[in-house]
């Protein structure tokens, strides 16, 4: 069965659902939203008003075609494209390969070369054939034009676009080869059950070359139409329908450039293969064995901690994105780009592209953002942009990882451990609590899958614990403990060593979603790369200049996430480290000494930075030095002596890569005033620090991307100070969560009020139990809740 759900916004009532060429259904849209059809054509038709389907059908749905306007899909679509909504489609889709699939091959898989004409699939497969001594098959000279005893073309003039496309689908259907290169032609990703056959067979490389590249090739070559231009579409429209049926089929995605040369193209095809092969899996930060153990990256996800107690961590083969890839990401959608910066870092037998594009359409959508670039940068002076990482459902940049990751996460559990159950277990003092419960509600309910939240009941703001427990879902719970955060986290960590308590929850097992968990590092590597894109885009920078970004920094997960974007070649100069007065990362990252035993955690009003044992800086530390003996070393250090260091050469290295700096509690407080009164824009505590050590470390040449880490109504008993000084004696602290959102939606600046924060001072409170702090108690309440899972 097929959904098709069409936007309302389509108007044209000419609309016709193809399938391998054929028209399956003519569609009138005034009077229907939803229609299904079973496998040939009988179809049910949803009524307008019901948009989703009642769930027991779900079950049967093999596939989901949306349909929205603006582009031209494949053949008579004509104010619309076809997109594969699900990766199981019958119709349209791929079933996801798995390394037992690839396995059962046994090294005798084809190699699939799959593009638009004028990519250059012909040239690399015969370049390919002779590097790897296999034989090639070009689909047009090898297969068709000997198969119909006439060339292609010629074939194309007696019979016509919609029968050539079933008639060269009926000839790949007898191609049977294996451990051979196969140049498809453009145009057989159109016919599925050929597709669907060959694509088990082999991995599918779709060489993805710019419009404009293939336009000049095709003119050169006197290629004035292509199959589908039959309805009248242009070649432009033609190329852009035809890349969304490529998406359904792709394993792995090559960028090609006008600069290509073959040989070019050849090698990076192979670079593909080679990481298909071998992809150098993820270790522990603490691996001394010589990456002996390596775990995939769902494996990664789901344990969270690796067994030595290191972190995981990618050991090699790091995607790199040269100036020209990123020009490629330009003017695409943010989803567009987080597919193709995923795909490479996520092997596709852990999970496939069509399933990560469905994956960031769940995540990344309108509803659940509430500003419609997700993202936007906003000039704040001449050389600082900020980044609004907090339009989100939980008003804090932790959506962008938590949207996503308990995708990763079920994901993972479904296919490496799908009798058991997952209980992700974290203490919060303030962003981490309603991001991970949201995340997890939304995304992981039908997967036992649940969430479990401790926040200390008298050290949180009002607005946050609203937030918290007023959370919906039946896989969640929040539980209020009588003490302090420290002794949140304290419990949270016993949890996991103790191992009655671990017999008593049976098939249930503890996991973690903070930013330990490297599921959680891979989104913010995202929106880090769309930073730079959008100032490419909206001309402040051209595309190569240098530009620094500051984050305000906790523990340490969005700035290493910087870290790895900077990595992956997107022009980043430095990265700037900004702290509140727990400062411990500013001595370290410019003295190289750590001593988290000389500190002592202060309260701030960013209290989402109060940190001093920063979880990934560790990572850093295993990139910087590639030594895993000298991580260890060093944490052993901290653990025995209270303060390690770092040598003198990782030192320069580090200053090479960061500067850092502290805003004290009056720099917070003047910047915002200040950044109010000079650009009318509010800034949360957290942005403000890191604005305050933007302006003070940074240089006023160089263009600066400030991480915009929270909405200002999520703290504004904090903002509102700042911003009337001692104008008021009404204490902030003092009002009510409807007060709150009240007076923060009463001030006059930007950004606007965030629309899904309002919303939360009405929601009933779900989850008001709290417990005293007593270890007991809290086991208690938890496995009550692990059986519901
Ligand atoms: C979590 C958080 C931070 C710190 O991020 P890290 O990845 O832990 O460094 C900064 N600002 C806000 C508002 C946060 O919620």
């Known amino acids: 069965m097929l959904f098709v759900k069409i936007s309302s916004s389509i108007k044209s009532s000419r609309l016709r659902l193809m399938a391998s060429g054929r028209v399956v259904l003519p569609l009138v849209h005034s009077r229907y939203r939803w229609i299904t059809l079973e496998q040939q054509h009988p179809f049910l038709l949803f009524k307008v008003g019901q948009t989703t389907p009642r769930y027991s059908t779900w079950d049967r749905v093999r596939g989901l075609i949306w349909l929205r306007p603006g582009a031209v899909g494949p053949m008579t679509w ?15 889709g791929k079933v996801a390969k798995t390394r037992t699939t690839w396995d059962a091959l046994n090294g005798k898989g084809n190699i699939i070369l799959m593009g638009l004409p004028g990519s250059g699939k012909t040239t690399t497969g015969r370049l390919l054939a002779e590097k790897l001594d296999k034989p090639v098959v070009d689909v047009d000279d090898d297969l068709l034009t000997p198969y119909w005893g006439m060339s292609v073309a010629d074939k194309l003039g007696q019979i016509g676009d919609h029968r050539f496309l079933e008639e060269e689908g009926k000839a790949l259907l007898t191609l049977d080869k294996q451990a051979s290169i196969v140049s498809l032609s453009g145009s057989n990703p159109l ?15 779709y060489l993805d070359a710019e419009t404009e590249t293939i336009l000049s090739r095709q003119k050169s070559m006197k290629v004035d139409r292509i199959i589908g231009m039959g309805e009248g579409a242009s070649l432009e429209q033609v190329i852009e329908a035809r890349r969304h049926t490529y998406e359904m089929w792709h394993d792995l995605r090559v960028f090609i450039h006008a600069s290509d040369t073959p040989s070019d193209v050849a090698s990076k095809v192979m670079a593909a293969i080679s990481r298909f092969h071998d992809d150098g899996g993820h270790v522990s930060t603490r691996d001394v064995t010589g990456h002996e153990s390596r775990s995939t990256f769902l494996e990664a996800v ?38 193709r910066l995923l795909e490479a870092w996520i092997h596709p037998l852990d999970i496939s592209p069509q399933e990560l594009s469905h994956f960031l359409e769940m995540s990344y959508t309108r509803g659940l953002f509430d500003h419609p670039r997700m993202c936007p940068l906003v000039p704040l002076t001449r050389n600082v942009y900020t980044q609004e990482l907090f339009h989100g459902p939980t008003a804090s940049f932790k959506d962008w990882a938590l949207q996503l990751m308990p995708r990763f996460y079920t994901r993972a ?28 509600s939304r995304h992981a309910g039908n997967a036992r899958v649940g969430a479990i939240v401790f926040y200390p009941t008298n050290n949180i703001s009002e607005i946050q614990k609203q937030q918290t427990i007023a959370m919906e879902g039946p896989n969640v719970k929040v539980i209020g403990v009588d003490g302090d955060f420290d002794y949140c986290q304290q419990t949270v960590k016993r949890l996991f060593l103790d191992k009655a308590f671990h017999q008593d929850l049976g098939d249930c097992q503890l996991s973690v979603a903070n930013s330990i968990n490297w599921g959680r590092l891979l989104p913010q590597v995202l929106y880090h790369v769309t930073a730079y894109l959008d100032l490419v885009k909206d001309n402040h920078v051209t595309m190569g200049e240098p530009v620094d970004y500051c984050i305000p920094t906790g523990n340490f997960g969005n700035i290493l996430s910087a870290y790895y974007a900077k990595e992956m070649g997107v022009p980043i100069r430095q990265l700037v480290c900004a702290s509140n007065t727990n400062n411990i990362l500013t001595e370290f990252l410019t003295a190289g000494s750590y001593s988290p035993s000389s500190y002592s955690l202060k309260s701030t009003i960013s209290p989402s930075i109060d940190i001093i044992a920063s979880s990934n800086l560790e990572r850093l530390l295993y990139h910087v030095t590639q030594d895993p003996g000298v991580v260890h070393q060093f944490y052993k250090d901290v653990q025995t002596e209270g303060k390690a260091k770092v040598t003198e050469t990782v030192l320069q290295k580090l200053k090479s890569l960061f500067r850092a700096d502290f805003a004290s509690e009056e720099d917070t407080l003047n910047t915002i005033r200040k950044v109010y009164d000079e650009a009318g824009y509010i800034l949360d505590p957290h942005t403000a620090v890191g604005y305050h050590v933007a302006t003070k470390q940074g240089t006023p040449q160089v263009p600066i991307v400030l991480s915009g880490t929270a909405h200002f109504a999520k703290f504004v008993d904090n903002v509102l100070p700042a911003l009337t000084g001692a104008k008021t004696d009404l204490d902030p602290h003092k009002l009510t969560v409807e007060d709150l959102l009240t007076s923060a939606s009463d001030l006059n600046g930007k950004p606007k009020m965030h629309s899904l924060l309002s919303s939360i001072a009405s929601k009933p409170k779900r989850h008001s139990k709290t417990v005293p702090a007593d270890y007991v108690q809290i086991c208690h309440s938890i496995i009550e809740f692990a059986r519901s899972i």
Do not use: W
């Open 78 to 92: 004509r104010k619309s494209y076809v997109r594969p909504h699900h990766c199981d489609a019958a119709l349209f």
């Open 302 to 339: 789901l344990q969270g901690l690796a067994p030595d107690g290191g972190l995981f961590v990618r050991p090699s083969q790091r995607p790199k994105f040269s100036l020209n890839d990123l020009q490629t990401l330009l003017p695409l959608t943010i989803r567009e780009r987080a597919l």
């Open 413 to 440: 559990a479904n296919h490496l451990r799908p009798d058991q159950r997952f209980l992700v277990v974290a203490a919060t003092s303030g962003d981490t609590g309603s991001a991970t419960l949201d995340g997890f």
């Open 191 to 205: 016919h599925h059950d050929s597709m669907a056959k060959i694509d088990k067979a082999g991995v599918v490389i």
